[in-house]
């Protein structure tokens, strides 16, 4: 169904595919960003082929993914969410070729998405994929790509003071080798009893600490044993990563006659990622037939099969304590400044003399390193997922009389994929691992049968429309088993090398059918006038319950208009197109499979009295509002599309508003009642924005041409209600104690903390707490909720700039998020333990410490400082002398001029103001605002003497920088803000993070 | 004769979009539940849940009646986690 731009009563934007298909993205929505006014493009830190975040307008429901569906040629896909825990291997998405796309195109608004039904609640990623040209002979393309991707920047730590444990209190497990008079005292190493030596401080069994001395290359005996220099490693972090690239190769062969046409296209993607042994694997084929049977009847055939392997990508979330193989999690929370990186992760160092990976706390281990089992893992164990995706259609249509056609289509999209994990043994004699070995299937079918037609009543007046009816089904399926205790024979990775007995689980994830039928009636009045009024209606199977009722049924009305009033008006010379459009649209929604109807589950075994019994509770804690009725999205919009002298410059605007009420929530139910949960319809949610894109050719003469493109989106969400007596929905996304909510009167990504600190009657300065064991003060919880911050950017904005110069090209890209708060873990974890700078400023009297003699030892420090902050109501402090003082309602600085409170050490304060139990979220919510330089590409395309003599029909070059840097970036410490823990749209924050990259693309695409 | 043909192709074509639809939300229950649960437990399985929960892990049930206690007791209204940082 093409339609004319003209005629459209909505937003489009398009977007060729060869475009695309430059940047040499994995992940096909990485190449869509800065490009779409009103798409919101994060990326996430994943690694090669791991999700990136697309919201079109704003989240729209109080669910997980508020995401658009990708239709490829008919076929619908999803951006599925990954959880943020554990590894990113992607979604369908990655299976997709840009090679094949010819166009692809964002529908924005309600009433186009109305096609598509309930999926496309958030918008439609439309594409279009080429098919044969007709020509002489037979076409063949080549294109060639070599590709280099560069992590080029970790954040700024700070490299002057090294590893070594805060003062002792009761919690630690401090290195018993400090001598007893060294409880706060810091900057020293520990002692060797027997040889007499300082020592690194190897933190065994805590945190990687930063509170040891200045590094200066000090002789120290190294954590193996070895006598080592005492000196910082800026670039350890770095140092964990390599160059990726890879290579990219596609050969398409196509021809056309006036009744048929085939392209054919195979592709072969092999690259590795800056993070070690992340790699893909990844051959495509895609045919596409199309055929003129007889006069009247067409056929259109395409199938695409992809093969892709994964492996490896890296580790993100806070599974285990500390480390948890999560580099960004290690390099800020366990390996301190002196770490060597290099050194650490040769395998000599990183494997035990006693099988398996150093454990620091056996007595019987010569290596000490902290955290070697992450290089152990990283080089030994393996984490594949081989996918196959299928995807067939088949589309005819016939043309009945000489304004009706009728057009009949199937698809088939079916993914597989075989999940494999492999873990070598990490204790002594390689005791441990595990295997597992695990297939998903995801199966889709659509079926369609539509009449179109298109009368032209009079010279003026023609009507079109269509009526038909669809019907999809879709379903997912798992299975998994995996071995249990450790591996009988290590490193042999099969399920029967067990231990225990292995642990087997499977079932259907979830399915679900929707049938519809719609119709459209369009009205063009004089080329001028355009109306379209289109009905649909969707019936769920995920809205029935089991015995066969339920609200299943949803209806899409929609009313879009537009007029081309530059065709009644004598408008002036420069002016030379005027078009208005408006519509009005609503959509309907389901809910998750299933979760209308619940049973008995059987949940495992019990072994109570010695027999081994299956046992069963009921598969849910929640109870339900009868009649659950289909979420109702009403969406408005208004847009003018002007163009001026000779159409050199344009102008598009659009104004919308969409209300999505009566979503189907879980609202937490108090304990008391016995269930956790109800599920019920309410709600209303809102978003209302403008989009503006302007697009011009300053400069267009022979041999020079200058196009640009910018564009520009606001989008404010609303929480116009939720259920009566409620104000606030917790969106289930949580990052280092702070949370994602949606409240009413403000808006759907509130962030809110129970640890931010309280504001005193002193502006600017937190109620403090005194610890007398830390002897610090430092600020204190509220233990209540806070709304800390929002997630929602204030404007998003990209700038496209193409220049010509004979043969030469040149492409830049800029493109920029203006606000909208994000959570940095990573910066909380590296304030506990001193990696960042923030953490230097009163370490010694030579970054500002307050030199003092305490009255509690007589030991002289010099790291104390003046916590900025009041005392709280009745905080009394135990003196010296034994005597108690009430310094409730004094600022720490009157209390430390009276004489009742020492200077706070530096590194007391630090590792309290991060820590689990005590630390304070106030700092690490932070403004993630920023401007990158998204691309800078040149092509040539060389003249048709040079390679017509090499019997060619084209060739070019093409060289592209992406993601080249930061121009502004208001994360503290150079934060990569490509670090997004999950696509889940409720998240804004890190949990694991990798390096700022940029990735050169070399490609040479020729034509015979 | 021409309009004659095309209107039973009309025709024919709207025959196959009703059926397509018949049954609109045929086996819609069914689709719609769980293969993995069933609706009528056996109480055996029940009870074995529940003898588990009573002897085998004992820490949690005097963790959750603890937990329930004290919110019929009205002694703690809102979040669990509260319990959690009294106690450590």
Known sequence: ?1008 | MKNYKSGFSLLGAGVAILLLCTGCTKDFGNINTNPSNVTTPDPKFLMTYTEDKLSVNGTEWVWESFEQLFRFTQHFTSSPYEIISVLT
């Open chain 1, 1 to 1008: 169904m093409t339609k004319q731009k003209r005629q459209l009563g909505y937003s489009v934007t398009s977007i060729k595919g060869s475009e695309l298909a430059k940047t040499n993205e994995v992940n096909p929505i990485n190449a869509l960003q800065g490009r779409v006014a009103g798409v919101q493009i994060d990326q996430g830190a994943g690694g090669l082929f791991g999700n990136t975040k697309i919201i079109i307008r704003g989240n729209s429901t109080l669910g997980k993914n508020n995401q658009p569906i990708f239709v490829i040629d008919g076929v619908i896909m999803d951006n599925d969410i990954f959880s943020g825990e554990g590894r990113d291997f992607g979604n369908d998405l990655k299976n997709l070729n840009m090679e094949n796309f010819e166009t692809v195109s964002v529908l924005k608004g309600s009433a186009a998405a109305a096609l598509y039904g309930t999926r496309a609640i958030n918008g439609v990623v439309l594409i279009t994929s080429k098919k044969g040209t007709q020509r002489k002979g037979l076409g063949v393309s080549l294109n060639q790509t070599l590709s280099l991707s560069n992590p080029y920047k970790g954040p700024d730590f700070q490299n002057e003071f090294g590893g070594g444990s805060v003062g002792a209190f009761f919690t630690d497990n401090r290195d018993a080798n400090y001598t007893s008079d060294q409880n706060w005292t810091t900057k020293v190493f520990p002692i060797d009893p027997v040889t007499g030596k300082p020592y690194i401080d190897r933190q065994i069994q805590r945190e990687g600490e930063n509170w040891g001395p200045r590094m200066l290359g000090q002789e120290v005996t190294n954590y193996d044993g070895t006598v080592t220099r005492y000196i910082p490693h800026p670039n350890n972090y770095l140092n964990a990563y390599q160059n990726g690239g890879g290579t990219n190769t596609n050969v398409a062969i196509d021809a056309a006659t006036d009744r048929s046409s085939f392209r054919f296209s195979y592709n072969y993607n092999d690259a590795k990622g800056i993070y070690l042994n992340n790699s893909l694997k990844k051959n495509s084929f895609d045919l596409r037939v199309t055929h003129k049977i007889t006069d009247r009847i067409n056929i259109d055939i395409s199938t695409a099969y992809t093969d892709f392997k994964g492996k490896n990508p890296p580790r993100l979330g806070g599974l285990d304590a500390f480390g948890s193989y999560n580099v960004g999690h290690m390099y800020t929370w366990v390996l301190p400044r002196n770490y060597d990186t290099k050194y650490w992760m040769q395998p000599d160092k990183y494997a035990s003399v006693l099988g398996g990976t150093p454990d620091p706390t056996n007595n019987a281990e010569p290596n000490k390193s902290p955290e070697s089992r992450f290089w152990f893992n990283l080089y030994n164990d393996n984490y594949t997922q081989n996918e196959q995706m299928l995807r067939s259609r088949i589309a005819l249509t016939a043309d009945i009389t000489s304004w009706a056609k009728l057009v009949l289509e199937g698809n088939i999209n079916n993914l597989y994929r075989k999940i494999e994990n492999k873990e070598l043994g990490e204790k002594a004699n390689f005791t441990g691992g595990s295997y597992s070995m695990g297939f998903n299937t995801k199966e889709s079918k659509f079926l369609k049968a539509m009449v179109m037609m298109n009368k032209e009543v009079n010279k003026d007046l023609t009507i079109s429309g269509y009526v038909g009816a669809e019907s999809q089904d879709y379903k997912t399926t798992y299975s998994s088993s995996t071995t249990s205790g450790g591996l009988n024979y290590p490193g042999n990775f099969f399920i029967a090398n067990s231990v225990n007995p292995q642990i087997v689980e499977g079932g259907t994830l979830n399915r679900r059918k929707l049938n519809s039928v719609y119709a459209s009636a369009d009205i063009a009045y004089k080329n001028q006038f355009f109306l379209q009024g289109t009905f649909r209606g969707d019936w769920s199977s995920a809205l029935t319950y089991t015995n066969g009722s339920g609200n299943n049924f949803y209806k899409y009305p929609a009313l879009s208009a537009s007029w081309v009033f530059s065709e009644n008006f004598k408008l002036p010379d420069w002016f030379s197109f005027g078009k208005l459009r408006s519509n009005i649209a609503a959509l309907g929604g389901d809910t998750d499979p299933f979760s209308l109807n619940a049973g008995f589950a059987l949940n495992g075994f019990s072994s109570a009295n010695g027999v081994t019994v299956p046992s069963s509770t009921y598969s849910s804690s929640r109870v339900l509002q009868p009649n659950i009725q289909p979420v109702r999205k009403i969406s408005k919009e208004i847009g003018l599309d002007l163009r001026f002298l000779k159409s050199r410059i344009g102008l598009d605007v659009s104004f919308y508003q969409d209300n999505t009420k009566n979503q189907i929530l879980d609202i937490t139910a108090p304990v008391e009642s016995g269930v956790s949960s109800i599920l019920i319809n309410a709600g209303n949610i809102q978003n209302k924005g403008i989009e503006i894109a302007i697009d011009a050719t300053p400069l267009s003469t022979k041999n020079f041409s200058w196009t640009t493109t910018l564009n520009y989106s606001r989008n404010r969400n609303l929480i116009v209600s939720l259920y009566p007596g409620r104000s606030e929905y917790n969106l289930g996304a949580d990052i280092a104690e702070i949370s994602t909510w949606a409240v009413v009167g403000k808006s759907y990504g509130i962030l809110r903390s129970q640890i931010n600190s309280i504001p005193s009657f002193v502006p600017g300065q937190p109620i403090l707490r005194w610890r007398g064991d830390a002897r610090a003060a430092f600020p204190q919880r509220s233990n209540y909720w806070q709304d800390v911050g929002d997630i929602n950017a204030k404007f998003r904005t990209g700038w496209d700039n193409t220049f010509r110069y004979k043969n030469f090209t040149l492409n830049i890209l800029l493109d920029a998020k203006i606000g909208g708060d994000f959570v940095l873990s990573s910066y909380r974890f590296g304030t506990h333990t001193g990696v960042f700078p923030n953490t230097l400023f009163g370490r010694d009297a030579a970054h500002g410490g307050i030199t003092f003699t305490s009255k509690y030892d007589g030991i002289t420090y010099d790291d104390g400082i003046i916590v900025k902050g009041v005392f709280d109501k009745g905080q009394s402090i135990t003196q010296a002398d034994g005597t108690s003082v009430d310094v409730g309602g004094l600022t720490f600085e009157e209390a430390y001029k009276k004489g009742f409170v020492e200077p706070t050490h530096l590194p007391q304060f630090g590792y309290r103001y991060g820590s689990s139990s005590t630390g304070v979220s106030d700092y690490w919510v932070v403004k993630s605002s920023w401007i990158s330089l998204r691309q800078v590409a040149v092509s040539y395309a060389f003249n048709e003497k040079a390679f017509k003599k090499l019997r060619l029909k084209g060739l070019s070059l093409s060289l592209a920088g992406r993601d080249l840097l930061y121009l502004y970036n208001t994360l503290p410490y150079n934060f990569n803000p490509a670090s997004n823990n999950s696509n889940n749209t409720a998240y804004s924050g890190e949990n694991g993070f990798l390096p700022m990259t940029r990735n050169i693309v070399l490609s040479l695409r020729a034509n015979f």
